[in-house]
């Protein structure tokens, strides 16, 4: 079983429409990661947070440690936000190494 | 621009064949990192170095071998002993830090396809 598990796997969604992507994690981590990759396949980095939450433009990432849960919020989505949207944790006792979800991908529709 | 290249882009080799893959960064970041993506399955680590002249297997090294001469560069060559490696693989680099964590900074990948 992966250590980092992401939901739902794949995503459609109307131009506008507001997004959720979910990340549950089963080791303790010192921090999550959340990162977009487009089709090219390069990948960014979108937020890093270890408690409470984040915000940068229309994107929120929010963190609940007891639960082991994340969450990646995409309000008024656009068709430039179509992308693969990957879950990452460092471990608490591993430094920075990363350990991944499979991904998220995510298509909105004009 | 401070960043990470990959060099090249797409890669073709013949079964049999060990290849070099290119990673170059100037950001002055002590860690680099290989991985490999598969469809349908998340990045794996390949090896990872914390410094120059130092590097540690990932959890998928085995047909993989790698250096760290200088600090910018950290070269990945597959070798003929990996028995799947068509894959894309991407390389990353970070500030170390062996007891927090740092955000990883990604090159754009090399698309390696066995002929």
């Known amino acids: 079983k992966n250590e980092v598990e992401q939901s739902p796997q794949n995503l459609t969604a109307q131009e506008g429409e507001f997004i959720t992507i979910n990340c549950s994690y089963s080791?303790?981590?010192?921090?999550l990661h959340w990162l977009q990759q487009h089709p090219g396949g390069g990948i960014v980095s979108l937020f890093m947070?270890?408690?409470g939450k984040k915000k940068h433009g229309r994107l929120i990432a929010t963190i609940n440690i007891q639960e082991k849960h994340s969450s990646l919020h995409i309000t008024a989505s656009h068709p430039r936000d179509s992308a693969v949207y990957i879950c990452a944790v460092t471990r608490s006792n591993t430094g920075n190494q990363f350990y991944f979800g499979t991904g998220t991908s995510l298509t909105v529709i004009p | 621009d401070g960043g990470i290249t990959q060099s090249p882009k797409y890669l073709f080799r013949k079964e049999g064949q060990n290849v070099t893959l290119s990673c170059e960064q100037n950001l002055n970041h002590d860690a680099m990192y290989w991985y490999r993506q598969d469809p349908g399955q998340g990045l794996r680590l390949i090896y990872y170095s914390q410094i120059v002249n130092d590097f540690q297997k990932g959890d998928i090294a085995e047909g993989y071998s790698v250096s760290r001469e200088k600090k910018e560069s950290f070269p990945l060559t597959v070798t003929s002993a990996q028995k799947n490696p068509t894959a894309f693989y991407l390389c990353a680099s970070s500030k170390a830090s062996r007891k927090s964590y740092n955000e990883q900074f990604f090159g754009p990948g090399t698309r390696l396809t066995v002929l």
């Open positions: 947070l270890s408690s």
């Open positions: 080791v303790g981590i010192s921090a």
